[in-house]
């Protein structure tokens, strides 16, 4: 039903639903954003989409830094005094109406002079008026709609990114090259020996020529220069033949026109840069909404508050001494470690460990960087500064300066070492011959090899299998981050697992009786008496209870740190700790709500994890080929339930620290294996990083995850053997394509051989064997994509 | 025959022209949202649809 619908969220409106012009309100926040609306005639917001709005989030306060000069300096990318111009990444971007309403925020406020928002990277460009309004002002209004930017330590640096289009250029130059030498080499393509082509033909030529230049010395300048770096390592990489090919082209192309020996390759030549190019291109799936490099800073706030003598300043975060007192509010980020000094504080430490529970901390208590405040404000004085916190630490360490690629050899290298080493023996037995036989064709016979044989099919296959494989992976929402890692992804031998958040599901967890059953008056009264708590586990527990009348206790009080005490009509109830309710004390792992009523103990409820949907089902598909670790940083409360689930030879191995983890993947890399590790939270970026492929598991691919070689949707969890597998198939069809690329190849070098290569059998042969390999792998892992799904 | 001079001149020309395009609009960052411009686009219909409509509203509340 409609009515039972937020008009402006479009979350499920409970008891407290708002009427207000006709249309229900989840909660104030929304009513207001729609008042806002209807009050500037923007109401064509609700008529683009249905429900497209966020409930708006309480922020006084929040903002107040930046108001200071110096952070505004480095948020802005323009600013003159008077004009300024912010970019400003906002999540919750995510349909038409977001942004038609974000593009007219001049409406909102006249000191906006313009908007644009960029829907794939999520963000929105505001220039405003400095003079009438401010920076802090339009972070104030956009969060007021429901538009609350995200603004972290990763916005706080200085210079721009610059985007590198280069390779666009390029492609741009090759092509309106390949096309232009096309039309200039067609008229001798057929030798007819007429009068009018034996007149122009050398105005051809040198036109040929002059649009050939660019195309070597710009657009094929990457293949020099990644061929002479591979020789001074003494590598044979795929980019030695193709640059060997194309200076050869060039220099044999140039000689024949100059003495006048034929009209050159400059088609070829032109030709194989533009398709060697475009396999580049291809290969670049990018998506721009999503980050692969996120560290610490990425989930940090630029600013917090600091007291001193009872004065609120707002203070860089890297400005934080020890010993400096701080103020948390609700909703923001711990970003040193310290000690509680007062408040109601029940961390969030998702971020860090995937787990969503919160957890409550009592004055004196350490508080770890990362976690997120949850309930109102709390005061802490830091105990270190923000580089030498228990969490960003980690990222001192050197995994996270290396680069993955580096250490890898791919398929393609591996065989165009070969091939070139056949190609020029080949091209020396031929020469040979000829000198003995015929000495003028010994030196058209030589390039004329190098030319054929130079690997353009070879250098495709590759780039457009994983390509194609990338965007379909894409689509399934498995977000790779680019093609190398597929590759790698094929030879992996081992997979490890973290456990919380990552094989368990954050949103659910499962808790089981154990004692006196309760009479059914009594689960009335537990249900009702969790109702009234707002502790997480009165809410999860609550969540899990079946659905009971809702009474009006008699009386109700919170102990907290302990339990919750209730009565109604003539029962009493007591719900907490085991010594709260006179239970004798346990030692279990996991966590446990104990029951007393009337003063008589009856039982325990206690949490268990639970398992994403179809966990055993994949582990039971991954044990053939791979061997398979849980590493968790949490207490071994969960052994027993794991073992039940898991395949006998899974390694468990519970209480990992952030670098533990990071030193069990490199001993086992030492000892040869081959590492997926699938983690989620920030504890696990460093296992990430140093793994072979490192995949987030993240539950809304919008919000962060660390830094990794490939996101994964968590409702695509089970489908993650079908991932792996198709990463195998897909060095499977590029072996192929060498193949098909190889039988074109021996005909080229047949006819290069007999030195019967004429340009327009170049013409033909090298396009043909370049589109047919690009025909194959796309077919081919079109085909392969189907069979995931 | 000197006209052909002149055809290719005037064709490598035209192909300059349409390839300076290319460069500046890519220099322009034209092909860096290749999304959002595509909904903008149906947008300004919406908007005058809207302010006739408060128009013809003021109109009967004067």
Not at chain 1, 324 to 346: S, T, V, W, Y
Request: net charge neutral; hydrophobic share 40%; aromatic share 12%.
């Amino acid at each position: 039903m409609d009515q039972d619908n937020c008009f402006h969220c479009g979350d499920v409106c409970d008891s407290q639903a708002i009427t207000f012009n006709e249309k229900t309100f989840c909660c104030n926040g929304c009513k207001t954003v729609y008042e806002i609306f209807s009050e500037n005639d923007l109401t064509c917001y609700y008529d683009l989409q249905a429900a497209p709005g966020a409930t708006p989030k309480d922020i006084e306060g929040k903002y107040d830094f930046l108001a200071q000069e110096n952070i505004i300096e480095k948020l802005t990318e323009f600013n003159d005094g008077t004009t300024q111009i912010a970019t400003l990444y906002i999540p919750h971007i995510h349909c038409s109406s977001c942004i038609w309403i974000l593009e007219n925020l001049n409406k909102l406020n006249p000191g906006i002079s313009s908007s644009q928002v960029n829907f794939g990277k999520k963000n929105v460009r505001v220039t405003y008026n400095a003079n009438t309004t401010s920076l802090k002002e339009v972070v104030i209004l956009l969060s007021s709609i429901g538009y609350e930017p995200y603004i972290s330590l990763d916005d706080f640096k200085t210079g721009k990114a610059q985007v590198n289009r280069s390779l666009i250029y390029k492609l741009g130059i090759a092509g309106f090259a390949f096309g232009n030498v096309m039309f200039l080499s067609f008229p001798e393509y057929f030798q007819v020996g007429e009068f009018w082509l034996e007149q122009y033909k050398y105005l051809f030529r040198w036109l040929m020529f002059t649009f050939s230049l660019p195309v070597v010395f710009y657009a094929g300048q990457d293949y020099f220069i990644s061929a002479y770096k591979g020789l001074r390592k003494g590598l044979l990489n795929i980019d030695v033949p193709i640059a060997l090919g194309i200076a050869v082209l060039f220099i044999r192309s140039t000689m024949d026109i100059i003495f006048d020996l034929g009209s050159g390759f400059f088609d070829s030549l032109t030709g194989l840069v533009f398709f060697l190019l475009l396999g580049k291109f291809f290969q670049q799936k990018t998506y721009s909404f999503l980050s692969f490099e996120r560290d610490y800073k990425s989930y940090f706030p630029i600013a917090i508050t600091k007291i001193e003598n009872g004065v609120e300043t707002p203070i860089q975060v890297y400005d934080i001494k020890q010993g400096d007192r701080l103020l948390i509010r609700n909703e923001e980020l711990i970003p040193a470690d310290g000690i509680l000094i007062n408040g109601n504080a029940k961390i969030d430490y998702s971020f860090v460990t995937g787990e969503s529970k919160t957890v409550s901390k009592q004055s004196g208590d350490k508080l770890f960087a990362g976690g997120k405040q949850t309930t109102g404000l709390i005061e802490m004085e830091a105990l270190k500064s923000v580089e030498h916190s228990y969490l960003t630490q980690l990222w001192s360490h050197d995994v996270f300066s290396k680069n993955k690629e580096d250490h890898f050899t791919t398929l393609t290298n591996a065989i165009s070492k070969r091939f070139t080493i056949v190609v020029l023996s080949i091209a020396v037995l031929a020469t040979t011959y000829w000198i003995l036989v015929d000495s003028s064709k010994a030196v058209n016979v030589f390039t004329a090899v190098l030319i054929i044989a130079c690997p353009c099919a070879l250098a495709l296959a590759a780039p457009f299998t994983f390509g194609n494989l990338l965007r379909i992976f894409g689509k399934l929402k498995f977000y790779v981050k680019n093609a190398s890692v597929i590759e790698q992804l094929a030879e992996i031998n081992t997979v490890i697992f973290d456990k919380t958040g990552t094989i368990t599901s954050n949103k659910k967890s499962t808790a089981r009786y154990e004692g006196d059953s309760l009479s059914s008056s009594e689960e009335v009264l537990l249900k009702n008496t969790l109702r009234g708590s707002n502790h997480p586990l009165s809410r999860t527990l609550y969540d899990i209870l079946d659905e009971h009348n809702i009474v009006s206790l008699n009386h109700f009080e919170e102990h907290l740190g302990k339990g919750i005490e209730a009565s109604y009509q003539n029962d009493q109830i007591k719900i907490g700790s085991a010594s709260f309710v006179g239970a004798h004390e346990t030692s279990v792992l996991n966590t446990t709500v104990h029951i007393s009523t009337n003063n008589q103990y009856k039982g325990k409820y206690t949490f268990y994890n639970s398992y994403r949907k179809g966990l055993s089902k994949l582990f039971n598909k991954l044990k053939k080929d791979f061997d398979l670790v849980i590493l968790s940083g949490d207490n071994a409360g969960e052994q027993e339930n794991l073992k039940k689930l898991l395949p006998a030879k899974t390694k468990l191995i519970f209480n990992q620290k952030p670098d533990d983890k990071l030193e069990y993947i490199k001993y086992h890399q030492s000892e040869g294996a081959k590492v997926l590790m699938v983690g989620d939270g920030l504890n696990d970026a460093g296992a990430l990083a140093q793994s072979n492929v490192g995949i987030a598991l993240s539950e809304n691919v919008n919000v962060f995850s660390p830094a990794c070689d490939a996101i994964l949707d968590a409702t695509k969890f089970n489908q993650l053997y079908h991932f792996i597998k198709a990463s195998k198939q897909a060095i499977t069809i590029i072996k192929w394509s060498f193949v098909l690329s190889f039988m074109y190849n021996s005909i080229g070098i047949y006819f290069a051989v007999t030195g019967q290569l004429a340009p327009v059998i170049a013409a033909i042969l090298m396009p043909l064997s370049s589109i047919s390999v690009v025909v194959f792998t796309t077919i081919a892992t079109n085909l392969l994509g189907r069979r995931i799904k | 025959m000197s006209v052909i001079y002149m055809l290719l001149g005037i064709s490598i020309v035209v192909a300059i022209v349409f390839f300076v395009a290319f460069i500046v609009a890519v220099k322009k960052g034209q092909y860096d949202d290749d999304y959002t411009p595509s909904v903008r686009m149906l947008f300004e219909d919406e908007l005058v649809k809207d302010q006739s409509k408060t128009t013809i509203k003021n109109k009967k509340t004067n």
